[in-house]
């Protein structure tokens, strides 16, 4: 029987992946903001943390709780954030800053509280909930874009720092899943995006709101790849989930490429000499 620590447990993905865990015979540990959380197969193995994880301290307040509740922690899973969406320049300090504490220094500070104990056990799974924006950004995604390239990039620095152990780092990249992301997230109202922001942007936020309710992505789906994915003796460091992620990666390795083939003589052009 594993114990998951799963952040983000009251709606979404988060909740999904805490049921199909405890499905699968496990126990899991779960963070809420408030209120509580109403998953599927609970009985006694669900206990859940009530935390803020954008107050200073409770991040790493929260795993030291979580670690203490069963003395040992298999599987982490840092799944908890939100969306700040919206043209860069309409966007303020304070929702950047909120975004980053609880999409990306929230993450890291649990998996620097949490890998000490794990070294020890000699075996772990961590796994950091991403988004195929943080791989193919598009219009009016430029503050969630770089939050969750910052998680792909630490995790994917964490998963080379822990090669020949154990213990193995995946960052997973969903793209749309019906969840209630789109209701939480921070976003501007119909007509409330500035004029000079009327065209991509705005194109952008139109779409999204079209497609709410309405996402291909089955977050329970989603969830039994995860937790197949943890069972995995040899797992994969980048994981996507979802055609229409599958889809926009594809089509910005084919931009990249296209692109380093054009400047390529510029690019070697920098080499010194000798």
Request: charged letters at 20%; a neutral charge.
């Given at each position: ?9 009251s ?6 992946i ?17 209120g ?23 991040a ?8 203490s509740?069963?003395?040992?922690i ?13 043209a860069?320049?309409?966007l ?12 990306v ?25 991403t ?7 598009g ?5 969630y874009?770089?939050?969750?390239a910052?998680?792909e ?37 119909d ?30 789906r ?8 943890a069972?995995?003796?040899h797992p994969?460091t ?7 992620a ?9 931009q990249?490429?296209a ?5 390529e ?10």
């Open positions: 029987m594993k114990v998951w620590f799963i952040t983000g447990v709606r979404g993905l988060g909740q999904a805490a049921a199909a865990a405890l499905a699968a015979g496990d126990r899991v540990i779960g963070t809420v903001r408030n509580t959380a109403h998953v599927e197969n609970a009985g006694d193995r669900l206990h859940l943390l009530t935390v803020d994880l954008a107050k200073p301290g409770a790493e307040a929260a795993a030291r709780q979580a670690l509740v069963h003395g040992r298999d599987i982490v899973v840092n799944n908890a954030g939100f969306g700040v969406i919206g860069l320049d309409d303020t300090d304070d929702q950047l800053e909120t975004l980053f504490e609880v999409d220094f929230a993450g890291i500070r649990i998996c620097r509280t949490l890998l000490p104990h794990i070294r020890v056990q000699g075996a772990g799974r961590i796994l950091n909930i988004s195929v924006a943080g791989r193919a950004p219009a009016a995604t430029a503050a874009a770089a939050a969750k910052a998680v990039g630490f995790s994917a620095a964490l998963a080379a720092e822990l090669t020949g152990t154990d213990i193995h780092v995946t960052a997973i990249a969903p793209g749309q899943f019906r969840t209630d992301f789109l209701e939480n997230a921070t976003m501007p109202k007509g409330q995006t500035s004029a000079q922001n009327g065209g991509a942007a705005a194109k952008a936020l139109s779409s999204l709101r079209q497609v709410n309710q309405r996402q291909l992505g089955d977050p329970a989603a969830a039994a790849v995860i937790v197949e994915l069972q995995a003796a994969p980048h994981l996507l989930l979802g055609t229409d599958l889809t926009r990666v594809r089509q910005k390795r084919d990249m490429d692109e380093m083939t054009a400047w003589a510029q690019t070697r052009s920098t080499d010194f000499d000798d």
